[in-house]
């Protein structure tokens, strides 16, 4: 049990992240200091929200390339309807928000579900189609600072416990979605989906279903994080996120959630995102130039995809042997 634990890949990407802040501390010790890791966290907050949702997704043997237009989206939509009614309460703008991801993501579900179209091609369509939709109701345009509400701006900002409150909804996140896959009848029907979906519908499970609540999931998510991004930044325009669906699926990969659906966890979404996190934040610390974080981004991907293939070459979480045998 023991030796399964300190060999398993989330305790192994704990190490090398935390060889990684220890070699970054032997030149600039401040990195780690706790301010500034608590500092590092919050900025991977909302790659740490996207990274579930598509964790829940890609276990379901699906992907959602959406989940940055779906922010960029969900994120204009609110900022307008701040700046048309600054004193609506921030929890009306982020029901909206949610709600509004939610939408989103239920399209998604239902053309991969009903229509039985590649998760790849819709999603690749929507996020063209939600960006599109971002330059026709802005115009163009871009909704600034000092156009919004102070409280619109303030409430991912705002201190509790010492972390600020988009820190906290990170951590809220991985511990509900913590029990929602292993506690929870979905949760079971997902890996047992993107693990066998045959053995899967000989057990009852309806896959297509799982995989329209997956996508459900990563767009309520994605709303969500639309919503803190843009009061975090205090900004929204076309090509917000541009490019940000690539770290969600890379802190995914790395993580140890297998493309090939089935295998993964929250904690391995989560310290996938921190990986990547700790690089992106350290690369300026440590002078080596911001556009050698997508290599070394890329790289890290090939080396967990690796690693993964080998991993799986054992059998992964078994929920529907029986059912497979007995079939």
Known sequence: MFRRLITSREALLLAAITLLLGL?????????????????????????LLAIGQMIVILTKCID?????NLALTGMVVAMINVAFPNLPIAFILVIAVMLGTLMGMVNGLLVWKL???????????????RGIIFLISDGKWVNSHEMSPAFKAFPRAALLGLP????????????????MTRTTFGRAAYA??????AATYAGINVGRTQFYAFTLSGALAGLTGYLWVSRYAVAYVDIAGGFELDVVAACVIGGVA????????????????????????????????FW???????????????????????????????EQAA
């Open 116 to 130: 039985d179209i590649p998760p790849i091609v819709v999603t690749l369509g929507t996020m063209t189609i939600f």
């Open 293 to 323: 974080q997508l290599a070394i981004s890329g790289a890290a991907i090939i080396i967990a995809v690796t690693l993964n293939a080998r991993a799986n070459r054992r059998k992964g979480r078994i929920i529907l042997k029986s059912a």
């Open 165 to 180: 409150v988009l820190s906290w909804i990170a951590i809220f996140a991985v511990l509900v979605f913590t029990v929602v």
């Open 24 to 48: 970054i501390s032997l030149r600039f010790p401040s990195f780690v200091a706790p301010a500034n890791l608590a500092s590092v966290f919050n900025d991977t907050s909302p790659l740490i």
């Open 65 to 69: 390339l959406s989940v940055a237009a």
């Open 193 to 198: 989906a993107g693990g066998n979906s045959h």
């Open 259 to 290: 493309i090939t659906g089935g295998i993964g966890t929250v904690g391995g979404a989560l310290l996938g995102a921190l990986f990547l996190g700790v690089i992106k934040n350290a690369l300026p610390v440590v002078n080596i130039s911001p």
